[in-house]
């Protein structure tokens, strides 16, 4: 027995110092991990060279129902349906809802918890049970009990913790101003394409009209004898296609309704009681002399990528607390008692309090593994950031240039439609008089029809593009707001 006891001692060492290596050898630490992200400053994207010639003005910045700018009142009250009844902004709310539960949940989780307990059970007892050893006897235990806990934030980790889910939150609620600005200017093109799908109706429905004419006075000259069969046929050919231009109009007409009231939220009879949309009015080519500085805090996208950039800082710092020590108390008090009338008497109380202190000394990796994801969340939330801050500059930038050189555009296809129109009434009094060229009335009808369509294109292209400066000016959102959270500075995008 003594030689058991002496090859146990003997081997006890060696292991104690091996566990005590392991431990120091694997104790949590936090050293070597940090952050790669860094956040772009608006000032070092150039673009001078692309705005220059731009008109500039402090009060450039779009108004917060900019879509009024447009012309017509109909459009403002179908923006504001979107905006009321739309699937987008319930989803856009519940999104909100949802990150500020979750801040709720982690602020009441630095909170102390305190519960009460109340039983009672009664039982029959068996003869092993009874301390009597008679068995047959019935007992009651009735309880009452309190329970405190508090886990002590020594370093800040649950506040920090909080910190990042109201961050989170707080970028909801302006990614549900962002949504509700998309949608408005999602509505404001589905509007214009409604329009210009009017348009291009009328187009074919007055191609139409042309070539029916064309297709009358052709009969009359093959009864005449003055043209042959086979340029009447071909007359024919092209009133049939003139006719299939217009069902196929016909069709895009429907189709822009459906897509508007789907975007409104409503069936697709609600836009068969829509007027027709006026002529919508560009918007004047002008930038905000504050470009791009304030850029940062009027485009809703920006300002939301920023708020996850600091959550994403405060989750690290969250993290990394969970290195230290830490510090729990505890406290319980209450009665128990078998016999009623002694529940409250002095012997059937009780109480403990429990302090308890935890030091993380291994733990396989998992704290740092959990640090290193944090970390590498922040890289992309600056890289989120980054990627919105340079897409926001070239998305106003792309606009001003094609805004600045499609006015000259229209004007130079205007001029060739009145010129390319003139000429077909001209070719048109003399083929129906009887000495004009088939084949030249039939190419300049043709030529006419194309130019028609390609200046409403490019009309309809300017008031899209109006359109979209406005929503990447930030459609007229300001964090600043009563109700809304303001950006958080740039430099607190550096950590």
């Known amino acids: 027995m003594n030689t058991f006891h002496r090859h146990t001692s003997a081997l006890r060492t060696p ?43 402090p009060a450039a910045w779009p108004a917060r129902d900019w879509w009024k700018s447009l012309g017509d009142p109909q459009l403002d009250s179908l923006i504001n349906e979107a905006l009321r009844d739309s699937p987008d902004m319930q989803v856009a709310a519940a999104r909100t809802h949802q990150a500020n539960a979750q801040a709720y949940g982690a602020d009441a989780a630095r909170m102390p918890t305190v519960d009460a307990d109340a039983s009672i059970s009664r039982s029959r007892l068996d003869r092993e049970q009874d301390p009597t050893g008679q068995g047959g006897r019935y007992g009651t235990v009735r309880s009452l ?69 064309m297709l009358e006075l052709g009969r009359r000259r093959l009864t005449s004898g003055i043209d042959s069969e086979y340029q009447y046929q071909q007359t024919e050919s092209l009133a049939a296609g003139s006719q299939e231009s217009l069902v196929d109009a016909e069709k895009r007409l429907r189709t822009a309704k459906i897509q508007l009231a789907v975007l409104m939220g409503k069936g697709p009879d609600r836009t068969n009681e829509l007027s027709r949309p006026e002529v919508l009015k560009p918007a004047v080519v002008a930038l905000p002399s504050s470009l791009p500085a304030e850029l940062l805090g009027r485009r809703p996208d920006l300002v939301a990528a920023r708020w996850r950039v600091e959550a994403a800082s405060k989750d690290i710092v969250a993290s990394k607390t969970n290195f230290y020590p830490n ?7 209450g009665v128990e008692s078998l016999l009623g009338d002694a529940m ?3 012997a059937s109380r009780f109480f403990n309090v429990a302090p308890t202190i935890s030091l993380p000394l291994f733990d396989g990796g998992r704290r740092r593994a959990d640090l290193d994801a944090r970390d590498a969340d922040y890289d992309l939330a600056v890289a989120q950031y980054n990627k919105s801050l340079v897409r926001a500059l070239g998305d106003v930038s792309d606009n001003i240039s094609q805004l600045r050189s499609i006015s000259a555009q229209i004007d130079a296809r205007q001029h060739a439609t009145d010129v390319i129109k003139q000429s077909y009434g001209t070719g048109a009094q003399r083929y129906a008089s009887g000495i004009g060229n088939y084949v030249d009335v039939l190419t300049i009808e043709q030529q006419l029809l194309q130019s028609q369509r390609q200046l409403a294109d490019l009309n309809a292209e300017r008031i899209d593009l109006s359109i979209q400066l406005m929503q990447a000016l930030g459609g007229g959102f300001a964090p600043s707001a009563p109700g809304e959270s303001a950006a958080p500075s740039t430099a607190s995008l550096t950590k």
Not at 158 to 183: N, S, V
């Open 15 to 57: 292991l104690s110092v091996i566990m005590v290596a392991l431990m120091l050898a694997g104790c949590a630490s936090s050293s070597g991990l940090n952050t790669e992200g860094v956040a772009l400053d608006a000032k070092s994207l150039r673009a001078e060279n692309s705005l220059q010639g731009v008109n500039l003005s």
């Open 145 to 213: 009990s309190a329970v405190f806990n508090y886990n002590v934030d020594l370093w800040g980790g649950q506040r920090a913790t909080w910190e990042a889910a109201l961050g989170q939150a707080r970028a909801a609620q302006i990614d549900q101003q962002a949504a509700q600005l998309t949608l408005a200017a999602d509505v404001a093109r589905a509007y214009s394409d409604l329009g210009q799908a009017y348009i291009v109706r009328d187009l074919a429905d007055e191609d139409l009209k042309r070539t029916t004419q």
């Open 327 to 333: 510090l729990n108390l505890s406290a319980s008090a």
């Open 344 to 346: 409250f008497g002095s």
